[in-house]
């Protein structure tokens, strides 16, 4: 009912959500059995405010990603001539920053929904030119190699809990001199960290980030360089 969707409004807007538009069947609506709730997050080391929904996997703590996203910058150090290949790239958490910074961005997601809202807001942030955005399977090497086109100057990725099990091919076909990786699963990081490190791949450091105060779950920030 129209009550109720005040009350989940007010909520998202204490949190942080700019505006929120309840869409059914392609029309605004007060209230429906059938909702499409679309986000306008709050601005961020990205700028903003940019979109996504429900279906699409964000962050929930925006104060903590803003940490993330800076993690990430400096992890990169860029200095606006780099070609960076960015794996699971959702929405444009990371790509829109990183786009600001770099020559060119190639952000693949096996996400369609998530790639149709990136691709929405890299066009409101105006870096439509300067990112490839794909629907990808991020762990499947050809898939990614044909993708990418070529070599890079840096690999960002921000896999799902399972990690990324291909992360050491995928290394060895991009040719990147530096990688930051995202997690939030030290087990699944750790595991694809020692494939990388064993192929002689330097940990520069591993940054803990709490997203989820009182609980075990933690995310990090692991930069590595060719040793």
Known sequence: DVHRWRRTVGALLREG?????????????????????????????????????????????????????KL?????ALDGTETI?????????????????????????????????????????????????????CDRIGGVKSAVGGTVDALLLDPPRTGAPALLQIVQVLEPRRIVYVSCNTATLARDLA?????????????????????WHVEAVAVLERA
């Open 195 to 215: 494939h990388v490190v064993s192929a002689g791949w330097k940990l520069k450091h591993a940054q803990p980030v709490d997203l989820f105060p009182r609980t």
């Open 85 to 137: 290949a960015e794996l699971h790239a959702g929405s444009g958490n990371f790509t829109i920053p990183v786009a600001q910074r770099a020559r060119k961005v190639v952000a693949l997601e096996s996400h369609p929904r998530a790639v149709e809202y990136a691709s929405r807001n890299l066009k409101q942030a105006n870096l439509q030119n300067k990112v490839v955005a794909r629907v990808v399977d």
């Open 72 to 76: 990430v910058l400096a992890g990169l």
């Open 17 to 69: 959500i700019q505006s929120v538009e309840v869409v059914a069947r392609g029309r605004p609506v007060a209230s429906s059995h059938s909702v499409d709730l679309r986000f306008a997050v709050a601005p961020d080391a990205a700028g903003g405010p940019y979109f996504h929904d429900a279906s699409v996997f964000t962050q929930g703590n925006r104060w903590q990603n803003l940490a993330l996203q």
